[in-house]
């Protein structure tokens, strides 16, 4: 059965199904959206910012701390590759690499610390569209990514709010940045930013 990402039967799902093996034992798409929305998000108010290095190691270490409740995978990078409508996510052979090339250069960029604000938020967008690209796991990619970017942002001094972004203006910023068009991204953490 093909699922949303395109991958066909995919090994993370229950066969025949549509539903990611959980540890629930959730079977209906539906009640497992809920409850991994919940119980990210109780996961979430636990998670205390930590300073810099961030790496991959650490955006596993968020992942796993917001999802291991629900999935035994939770915090390993994926096994398959996967895509989204017409966006091909990195080849999971090579998520390892390109993910420590981004990391690297963040870290020689000192994680953006003392930026201007409008430099600052130029930076956040193509680190954040270049590292959704990667996404390095199965599911929960971008809750761990934004969790991992609020981190990067306090990190700088600001207070991070995201309650005033539509789904929809998030959504089609990460398309644009797919293609390397960071303009929308970038107005969108200009609100972000407190």
Not at 113 to 139: Q, S, W
Not at 158 to 171: A, G, M, P
Request: a negative charge; aromatic letters at 12%; hydrophobic letters at 35%.
């Amino acid at each position: 059965m093909v699922d949303k990402y395109g991958t066909g039967q995919d090994p993370y799902k229950y066969e025949k199904s549509d539903v990611l093996k959980n540890n629930l034992g959730i079977t209906d798409e539906v009640e497992l959206f809920e409850a991994e929305r919940k119980l990210s998000e109780i996961s979430a108010m636990d998670i205390e910012f930590q300073e810099p290095p961030y790496d991959l190691s650490y955006w596993c270490l968020l992942h796993k701390k917001l999802f291991s409740d629900i999935y035994c995978w939770a915090g390993e990078i994926r096994t398959i590759d996967i895509s989204k409508g017409d966006t091909r996510f990195c080849n999971c052979n090579r998520i390892e690499a390109e993910a420590t090339k981004l990391f690297d250069n963040l870290a020689k960029e000192n994680f953006l610390i003392g930026l201007p604000r409008k430099e600052l938020t130029k930076k956040l967008a193509e680190y954040y569209c270049d590292m959704n690209v990667i996404h390095p796991f199965r599911d929960g990619n971008g809750r761990s990514q934004r969790l991992l970017f609020e981190h990067l942002i306090i990190n700088c001094g600001y207070e991070v709010t995201f309650k005033n972004i539509k789904i929809n203006d998030w959504l089609d910023a990460n398309i644009e940045g797919y293609h390397c068009l960071y303009g929308k991204m970038q107005k969108l953490f200009d609100i972000v930013l407190g």
